[in-house]
């Protein structure tokens, strides 16, 4: 019997960021499934999907925002239940992909941490990956099915060219944001500079910037990160920045996790103005007057849907997304 190519999307998301995945779910011109998903009294985690999605293409989007532990337990929960429930395919969307940052070994007896999750989403089911700004490329390699690595780069860039602030540096925080940061400076056909940063041995939370590479005197600096947590990077290159002659300091991340004490040391720094996207819940109260907040739910709908449609995800950032 032929009944012809028939594809359904199901779009399902965890409780870590229901604000974004609704914004996700209006770009597609859809609406999200019930998930119906509640604590037992011990605190485990249960789910079950209001309807049949036996054969459906099912994207499960769960940030993995505080506490990281609950929200990745959830998402994989859900992949778990889409699975056992006879999906087609399922897709992990993770904004926010956490531990990413324990990506390799950097002294002796350490987790490859983001290896862990990557193994945990793939035994619990999930076929393929959609991320934003992972913290560094090679995070696709622990997966052995496709990974889509999204940028917020256009986000931002959009951004700089409508609110330019006229002889712009874009400022690499350390060495490993370099090619990011060389990445703006060639969208926006602007000078690059970098910051030599120094994290003590031992020490997870202070960051020292020794010196400043590139022309800052008298210019507007603006600092690319992929992630701000406790923003000692931003503030400490923000600082030696202002030192060597520059006119003024924005910061960019994509990730604002914004662990204590991120806030006070933003509102003691010369940083005028924090750009992030949504891709973390920032609350109304920790919305200091300096940050504001862009969207990445079109990126990442966009992404949903070439996924879905077997067409390029690549070519929505024009190949500028690949590591």
């Known amino acids: 019997m032929d009944i012809g190519p028939h594809k359904r999307l199901v779009l399902l998301a965890g409780r870590s960021h229901p604000e974004l995945a609704e914004e996700i779910a209006s770009c597609l011109g859809m609406s999200l499934g019930r998930a119906n998903l509640r ?29 990281v532990n609950d929200s990745l337990m959830e998402q994989l929960i859900m992949i778990d239940a889409a699975k056992r429930a ?34 945990l989403l793939t035994v619990a089911g999930a076929h393929r990956v959609v991320g934003v700004d992972l913290h560094s490329g090679q995070i696709q390699g622990f997966f052995d ?12 860039v959009d951004y700089l060219r ?26 926006l056909g602007v000078d690059l500079a970098f910051v030599n940063k120094r994290r003590p ?45 520059a006119t003024e300091v ?22 005028s103005r924090v750009v992030v996207t949504n891709t973390l819940p920032l609350p109304a109260e920790r919305r200091i007057d300096t940050i504001e907040v862009l969207s990445v739910a079109q990126v990442v709908a966009d992404a949903i849907a070439a996924v879905f449609e077997d067409t390029s995800v690549s070519e929505i950032f024009g190949g500028h997304n690949l590591s």
């Open 39 to 67: 604590e037992f009294a011990d605190g485990e985690i249960h789910c079950r999907f209001d309807e049949s999605i036996r054969g459906a293409d099912v994207f499960v989007i769960q940030t993995h925002c505080a506490p």
């Open 86 to 119: 006879s999906a087609h395919k399922i897709t992990a969307v993770c904004p926010y992909y956490g531990y990413s940052r324990q990506d390799r070994k950097s002294a002796g007896r350490e987790p490859i941490t983001a290896k862990l999750v990557a193994d």
């Open 145 to 156: 099915f496709p990974v889509d690595h999204l940028t917020a780069t256009p986000v931002l």
């Open 162 to 187: 409508r609110n330019d602030p006229g002889d712009i540096v874009v400022v690499a925080p350390d060495a490993g944001r370099v090619k990011v940061a060389e990445r703006f400076s060639q969208l």
């Open 201 to 245: 041995r031992g020490s997870a939370n202070t960051v020292e910037a020794l010196g400043v590479i590139g022309d800052v005197a008298g210019r507007h600096c603006v600092v690319i990160d992929d992630i701000i947590d406790t923003a000692g990077t931003v503030c400490a290159a923000a600082d030696r920045l202002l030192e060597q002659g």
């Open 250 to 271: 924005w910061a960019m991340a994509t990730h604002a996790v914004l662990s204590d004490p991120a806030l006070d040391r933003l509102k003691a720094s010369p940083v």
